[in-house]
């Protein structure tokens, strides 16, 4: 176990590679409750989520959720996040459980008009299921039908008279979902999934694993590849910055500015080894151009997998090096992910 | 977590198996434990001369790299070369196929040599759980 922003959190169950395969081959069970959760609410809800964010949450249905980062003026990262139509005039943002007093302080400072922000993240437990038999799994133990609902998309659900809000989306890259229940269930939401899904292979996934499985699918995770330092235009998270939509949001002139000095790339160790962040990213003529942000070993692949960020003018090359106890050891830059869930 | 009572312990939770003035090293139950599933060992080459307390290869787990040590001044004898493919057994086996450098030392250093029996890295291992 080890404390994460105040929670007791196991790294490992029956240890990571046999969590990570898991997940893969059949389904992983994740307590995630430690995530923050902030509702936004009011009239002018909407016009607040639309100036705080760069996405566009104007585009979200009712029933629907999408990513993204939440800027400083400067376009460095205060948090990534999932925000969820719950109702017009009510969302709410899953924010991570590191920054969640951060996040909530950095909303509430710059909500204009009617719209009120609140810290519910006690009252909400999160659960995570994901893994090619999560579909048959949710049926068996709350009778629910994952594939009717689209990726991105969720549905409120009342299980033995609790509601659930159930989310197909997740941080594996595989099928599933992230199921948010009033705190005072999860345990019990927890062990009927876990009772339901045994026989289907199901495992409990600690953070280890967590890590390796996003690292696969090249999500970033914030402290690593977001952090309050670094350009958001270096992240690969592109697609979420709205810069036509007509509203102004915090960070669009740095975002427009454009100057970037580096920019994430993907790379797998040639060689045995396991890169780690901070280790020095060199080119091939043992120059330093940048630094690896999260490095682990892949259980998918066998080998060691990085993501670094690279000087702007050295992110193209096919061939670096990763500079492991004063050795550089050879890796080939690819493009993300690092390994393609079947779907 | 096991333990077996012919070996010697060290503080850096490393077991040696001293037979005359060659020496056996691999790491500890509690600290294959503590690493996680092991996926790579870096070892040293054979012939290599050390000091005492010198890092002599290295133990990466998903979650970790760990350095190991060699207690006591020496030349490497052997390596357990199987680990290169098998680097698991450190993980399923720690006391038996997965040990990791046979060196050989003075024997007037290992008479001296600042190293725990059986109990007392219980206990010492114990405190730090």
Known sequence: MVDFSGWEMPVQYQGIIAEHKATRARAGL????????????????????QRLLPNDPSKLALGQAQYSPLLYDNATVVDDLSVYKLAEEKYLLCVNCSNKDKDFAWVRQN?????????????????????????EILQKALGFDLMSLKYWW???????????????????????????CPSG?????????????????????????????????AYPLYGQELDDRRH????????????????????????????????????????????RPHYPLLNLAGQRVGEVTSGTYSPSLGQGIAIAYAREEEASQAEYLIEIRGKGLKARRIQPPFYHPSK | METRHELKYTKEHEWVLIEGNQLTL????????????????ELPEVGTLVDAHEAVGNIESVKAVSEVFCPLAGEILAINKELEDAPERVNTACYDEGWIIRFKAE???ITEADLMDEEEYLAYAKAQE
């Open chain 1, 30 to 49: 994740f307590d995630v409750s430690h995530m923050g959760e902030i509702l936004l609410t009011g009239k002018d809800a909407l016009s607040n989520l």
């Open chain 1, 111 to 135: 909500l204009q008009g009617d719209c009120l922000a609140q810290d519910v993240s006690d009252q909400y437990g999160q659960i995570a299921l994901q893994g090619p038999e999560a579909v």
């Open chain 1, 154 to 180: 969720f549905t409120s659900f009342t299980w033995e008279g609790a509601e659930l809000l159930i989310a197909r989306m997740g941080y594996t890259g595989e099928k599933g979902c992230e199921i948010f």
């Open chain 1, 185 to 217: 269930v999860t345990r019990k939401l927890w062990e009927a999934i876990l009772a339901a899904g045994e026989p289907c292979g199901l495992v409990p996934v600690g953070l280890g694993a967590r890590d390796t499985l996003r690292m696969e699918v």
């Open chain 1, 232 to 275: 958001v235009l270096g992240a690969n998270v592109t697609r979420f910055l709205k810069l036509d939509k007509p509203q102004d949001f915090i960070g669009k002139q740095a975002l427009q500015a454009g100057n970037n000095p580096e920019r994430l790339i993907y790379l797998v160790l040639e060689e045995k080894g396991i890169p």
């Open chain 2, 26 to 41: 691999g790491i500890t139950d509690f600290a294959q434990s503590q690493l996680g599933d092991i996926v790579f060992v």
């Open chain 2, 107 to 109: 024997e007037s250093d």
